[in-house]
């Protein structure tokens, strides 16, 4: 995926859960292509910013900047988003297995946590606002999917709380990113020694994008965004069972069955989501709805309207992931031990 993005040169940028891997690709390319005034990492554990100070050091008159903070305190946010451009909000818990079993803490994080990042940007003058969510938010058949959801829909309609201010918000709805930590793929690079390798059902299929393609989608989608818009981009499927041959070509499958919360396919637009759908060469922006968003684009003119009961789902997708390009992703984002 190549896309045009936008000049961050002279930006005052913040990520949130700024350590995850997001996060540090994020950082990583900005600075290699930008001349950002400050890249702050906002998340609340020492260590993972201890690990990534190693990499990216904030040295005196550099850009990079750490802050310990939680997205739950409210006014750690405002303290933090003070003179801060754009945010790109990547902060949540989002294990399946935690959500299910841990509800109120994630509704805390993912839903109470996004809530705070839109007054919080308001107040402070924050220009931009991109909040990254989850093919899970798609008609959600778990906790974590139904928090990213509401999480989706206050920043679709955060800008009618704006005022007389101009702060945009938007969505930016992938899909599983190869190479993530608590992704399948770094499991798989650790079970595969082992012999035998978990398969939870032959048929799945999942969408599939790697950390530095959907840094550069977000890149381009701070550059379009108006507010409220949901940006989708055009990637492609993969059965999870190639998947696993690709990664461990001489293991055993066990078979384990989809486990409580999981689909058998991801889906990224639905039929409802269709009728707002403008698609372009590599991505689908469906539209805010007219009460949230106060700016009009000549943008959106330039793409066309999807069909009728159009769905973009991972297992009828026309663009197919081979396990060499799979394999060479992999090696270009080093998740190889």
Same mark, same amino acid.
């Given at each position: 995926m190549t896309?045009?993005?936008?000049?961050?040169?002279d930006a005052n940028i913040m990520i949130t859960g700024g350590t995850g891997s997001f996060g540090r690709k994020f950082a990583q390319i900005v600075l290699k292509t930008f001349q950002p005034r400050r890249i702050i990492i906002f998340s609340r554990d020492?260590?993972?910013?201890q690990e990534m100070r190693a990499v990216l050091p904030d040295t005196p008159g550099g850009p990079i900047r750490y802050f310990i903070g939680d997205v739950r305190d409210r006014e750690r946010l405002y303290r933090a988003f003070r003179g801060v451009d754009i945010v790109i909000h990547a902060a949540a818990l989002k294990q399946v297995p935690t959500a299910e079993y841990n509800p109120l803490e994630v509704i805390k994080t993912n839903i109470l946590g996004a809530s705070n990042i839109i007054d919080a940007a308001i107040d402070c003058g924050v220009k931009k606002v991109i909040g990254l969510s989850s093919d899970k938010a798609v008609s959600p058949a778990n906790l974590y999917g139904a928090t990213k959801l509401c999480a989706d829909k206050l920043f679709v309609s955060a800008g009618v709380y704006t005022?007389? *201010?101009?702060?945009?918000?938007?969505v930016v709805r992938y *899909?599983?990113?190869i190479g993530s930590r608590g992704s399948i793929v770094p499991l798989l690079l650790g079970e595969r020694y082992n012999g035998k390798v978990p398969i939870t059902d032959v048929r799945m299929t999942r969408f599939w994008i790697s950390v530095a393609q959907a840094v550069e989608f977000v890149l381009m989608c701070i550059n379009q965004m108006q507010g409220g818009e949901i940006f989708v981009p055009k990637i492609p499927s993969m059965r999870v069972v190639d998947l696993v041959k690709a990664i461990a070509p001489n293991c055993e499958h066990d078979i384990v069955g989809i486990r409580p919360g999981?689909?058998?396919h991801e889906v990224l637009l639905t039929e409802e989501d269709a009728r707002q759908a403008i698609e372009f060469e590599n991505y689908f922006v469906i539209k805010p709805p007219p009460f949230s968003s106060r700016w009009i684009s000549d943008r959106l003119k330039n793409g066309k309207l999807v069909d009728d009961g159009f769905r973009y789902s991972s297992n009828k997708n026309t663009h197919w992931l081979s396990e060499q390009e799979l394999m060479a992703t992999i090696a270009e984002e080093k998740a190889f031990p």
């Open positions: 896309i045009s993005a936008t000049t961050l040169d020492e260590v993972k910013q005022g007389p *201010g101009d702060t945009r918000f938007s *899909g599983n990113v999981e689909k058998l």
